[in-house]
């Protein structure tokens, strides 16, 4: 089945504990991304990559990391996590950059920064 | 800067009705909108893609339009059931960066 797959789907951390959040698809897409959801705030892109070893930040990159050194995965780091990083974290990849088919989003990370 | 607007933030209608979702997006050089759906605390359903191109995609009891001049879309529901309920998230495609900017969504209630 062709999908977008996050993990852990829930994580409770405490702050400064250096965290990644998984994602993997098998869709052979060259585009990934991340998202971060927040209430009153809607989807705000994290960072992007448009294929292995090019990224690029995105609305709200601060106190993230990401890496892309093989086309299927694209992990979120958090080197110091912070309360105002508790969101909802959603990955996503299209091929050549969604202008043909959209994107496939995966399930989603729900993550609590104490 | 794009910017997605969905205006209500939420519906409440009474099962059977035909509904209509509003999107709005201020740059009309797009390359496609998409629709999605999103239930509580879950992830993202692609419900429909619109190309840049086109003016309208169905799928069953949903019938989204398009008119990029104006810069806006609608997501027709017919027949709406309770299992409708959720949030309904317009994005629109732009930039040669390939981004999506999402509108904050339109949650809907079906009462039965």
């Known amino acids: 089945e062709a999908q977008v797959t996050q993990n852990p789907r829930y994580l409770i951390t405490v702050t400064g504990k250096k965290l990644t959040v998984t994602c993997s698809q098998n869709?052979?897409?060259?585009?990934m991304s991340w998202y971060r959801q927040d209430p009153g705030l809607g989807l705000r892109q994290i960072y992007y990559s448009m294929n292995v070893e090019v990224t690029d930040k995105g609305d709200v990159p601060e106190g993230y990391k990401v890496s892309r050194k093989e086309k299927r995965n694209f992990p979120l780091i958090l080197e110091s996590p912070s309360p105002n990083q508790t969101s909802l974290y959603f990955c996503a990849s299209s091929l050549e950059g969604a202008r043909g088919r959209g994107y496939t989003f995966g399930s989603g990370t729900r993550l609590t920064v104490v | 800067k794009q910017e997605v607007t969905q205006i209500p933030a939420a519906l409440s209608v009474p099962e059977g009705e035909n509904l209509v979702l509003n999107c709005s997006f201020t740059d009309s050089a797009i390359y496609n909108l998409q629709w999605f759906r999103q239930d509580p605390g879950k992830g993202l359903t692609s419900l429909l893609l619109?190309?840049?191109?086109?003016r309208e995609q169905t799928s069953g009891r949903l019938n989204a339009s398009l008119d990029k001049s104006s810069g806006r879309s609608t997501l027709y529901i017919a027949a709406s059931q309770p299992g409708d309920s959720a949030t309904y998230l317009c994005a629109v495609l732009t930039g040669a960066n390939s981004k999506l900017t999402f509108g904050k969504g339109i949650t809907l209630s079906v009462r039965p």
């Open positions: 869709m052979n897409h060259e585009y």
């Open positions: 619109i190309q840049s191109s086109q």
